[in-house]
């Protein structure tokens, strides 16, 4: 089984619609990340979790909010969807418990979202 | 800040040919540096990874050699496979960040 999961793996929703996406990670990791996908953008960071009460907004947080559920899930809303919110969005996990510098990432299969 | 710029893609290259792929970045202090794959449909992978200078990361035939003085870390390999064509990330992580930066990636495409 994968180790972080998410769903749904494709959605299809129109503008103005409240939509949430999941994630779930077996990885007993502290650290929880939400990143969308842009072609010619690469990845840019919605929202960051250290735990379940540390919850911290990335370089492009309007129009998103998150919900830390556990250690194991982590939410992403997107209160009224608009079409420029259309694109690949990833949940990925690190595990920060012994300190130090970010260390790698494991990263979620990735929710296909289209905005009409 | 911190930040990474890779060469811009496509690349296409034909089978079995040599493939580099320029990472350069800006940091502040030390960073990790880390090559993540995407294949088609799928999520991105750690590729390898180094953490100090002139450390090289090694897998799966890929190389890439941190060079602090010229703040680079290339991705390498002697011969591309059919099956290596993905997107591929370059990213970093230093003391003073919450998160891995990425760069922009390079999507390669190789023919038989």
């Known amino acids: 089984d994968a180790d972080v999961t998410q769903t749904p793996r494709n959605r299809i929703t129109k503008t103005g619609k409240r939509i949430m996406l999941e994630c779930s990670q077996t990885?007993?990791?502290?650290?929880m990340y939400w990143y969308r996908q842009d072609p010619g953008l690469g990845l840019r960071l919605i929202y960051y979790?250290?735990?379940?009460?540390?919850?911290n907004k990335g370089e492009i947080s309007d129009g998103y909010s998150v919900s830390r559920q556990a250690q194991a899930k982590f939410s992403l809303s997107l209160e009224s969807a608009i079409p420029n919110q259309t694109a690949l969005y990833f949940c990925?996990?690190?595990?920060?418990?012994?300190?130090?510098?970010?260390?790698?990432?494991?990263f979620g299969p990735g929710t296909r979202l289209t905005v009409l | 800040g911190n930040s990474v710029t890779q060469m811009e893609g496509p690349v296409t290259l034909s089978e079995e040919a040599f493939l580099t792929i320029n990472c350069t970045y800006t940091?502040?202090?030390?960073?990790?540096l880390f090559w993540y794959v995407q294949y088609p449909g799928e999520g991105l992978q750690l590729l390898l990874k180094?953490?100090?200078?002139?450390d090289k990361g090694s897998n799966k035939g890929f190389e890439a050699t941190y060079r602090k003085e010229t703040t680079s870390f290339h991705l390498e390999k002697g011969s591309v496979q059919v099956s290596d064509s993905a997107v591929y990330f370059c990213?970093?992580?230093?003391?003073?960040?919450?998160?891995?930066?990425f760069g922009k990636g390079t999507s390669l495409l190789v023919t038989p």
């Open positions: 990925a996990t690190s595990d920060q418990s012994a300190g130090g510098p970010i260390g790698e990432q494991f």
């Open positions: 990885k007993g990791h502290d650290r």
């Open positions: 180094a953490t100090k200078a002139d």
């Open positions: 940091a502040t202090g030390y960073p990790s």
């Open positions: 979790s250290f735990d379940v009460k540390d919850i």
């Open positions: 990213a970093l992580s230093s003391y003073s960040g919450y998160a891995l930066n």
